[in-house]
Nanobody
Framework: QVQLVESGGGSVQAGGSLRLSCAAS????????MAWFRQAPGKEREGVAL???????RYADSAKGRFTISRDNAKNTVYLQMNALKPEDSAMYYC???????????????????WGQGTQVTVSS
């Protein structure tokens, strides 16, 4: 049984930082693809960042230069370091997993095999 458990969300002022964590069980993050998505009220879920089994990373334009996805293979955990946060970054953030070493195509929710329950990020101006 695959479980993805996020943590690290919270409230922060604009310009601040947060680090989200996603602890996986029943799924090996180093052998597969992991990603972060977010969904704000009234908006569609959007892909933020992904990391494949080779360590290759990809980011949404909104995240480039500010967010960093990484993983700790020993802890079987994926992180999303978010810096220079903006109010428009406020959303529920979801950890996502896709079986296989590479992520082919765009970062879209239909490609995800497993979802976490989400962690809320709120950025105030």
């Amino acid at each position: 049984q695959v479980q993805l458990v996020e943590s690290g969300g919270g409230s922060v002022q604009a310009g601040g930082s947060l680090r989200l964590s996603c602890a996986a069980s029943g799924f090996t993050v180093s052998s597969n693809c992991m990603a972060w998505f977010r969904q704000a009220p009234g908006k569609e879920r959007e892909g933020v960042a992904l990391i494949n089994s080779y360590g290759f990373t990809r980011y949404a334009d909104s995240a480039k230069g500010r967010f960093t996805i990484s993983r700790d293979n020993a802890k079987n955990t994926v992180y999303l370091q978010m810096n220079a946060l903006k109010p428009e970054d406020s959303a529920m953030y979801y950890c996502a997993a896709r079986s296989g070493p590479t992520w082919v195509g765009s970062l879209r929710g239909s490609s995800v095999d497993y979802w976490g329950q989400g962690t809320q990020v709120t950025v105030s101006s």
